[in-house]
């Protein structure tokens, strides 16, 4: 009998120390990943929409990152992914040309426009670019209705 009470004492021990363990362990996981704009990541992804067959010429650019001229087919996309800073301050600027000596800019990502603290926040930031402006894409009405006129001006 005093070797049972010794096994169950035992046992209760070493379960008392894997839960003490296993603790420790969430608690270290939880300090390292802090629900922060830092730990989040974006995407931009464009869409070449100009609806006559020309190529969508594009340069993006943030203060930190040139992510150099990319030519995109019609209706064929091109994308890149960040993490936004945590000042709430990250833009990536593109230089949007095409045939017939179009030219024009908009800031395809603005944390004061799209962060994650805005009324309408953007991390998979899908936008059509036609020759009218730029759209978003709006998760809450299915559709790219959130649109632009090249100044930076939303539509009505």
């Known amino acids: 009998m005093a070797n049972i009470e010794r096994t169950q ?18 608690e270290t996981v939880a300090s390292d990943v ?25 340069h993006c650019k943030s203060s930190d990152d040139d992510l ?3 030519i995109v087919a019609p209706n064929r996309s091109w994308s890149f992914t960040f993490r936004p800073n945590i000042w709430g301050t ?3 600027y593109c230089h949007f040309t095409w045939p017939q000596g179009h030219s024009t800019h908009f800031y ?11 009324g309408i926040p953007c991390i998979y930031c899908f936008w059509d670019i036609s020759k009218d402006g730029p759209c978003r894409f709006n998760q809450a009405t299915d559709a790219f209705d959130i649109c632009y006129y090249w100044n930076g001006d939303p539509k009505q």
Not at 17 to 26: E, F, R, S, V, Y
Not at 34 to 58: A, F, M, Q, W
């Open 9 to 26: 004492i035992l046992v209760t021990i070493i379960i008392s120390l894997l839960i003490q363990i296993a603790l420790l362990q969430a």
């Open 34 to 58: 802090h629900p922060n704009i830092s730990t989040l990541k974006s995407i931009v992804r464009i869409t070449n929409r100009l609806g006559d067959g020309s190529t969508l010429n594009l």
């Open 68 to 70: 150099g001229l990319k």
């Open 90 to 92: 990250t833009v990536f």
């Open 108 to 118: 395809i990502y603005d944390d004061i426009r799209d962060g994650v603290h805005r």
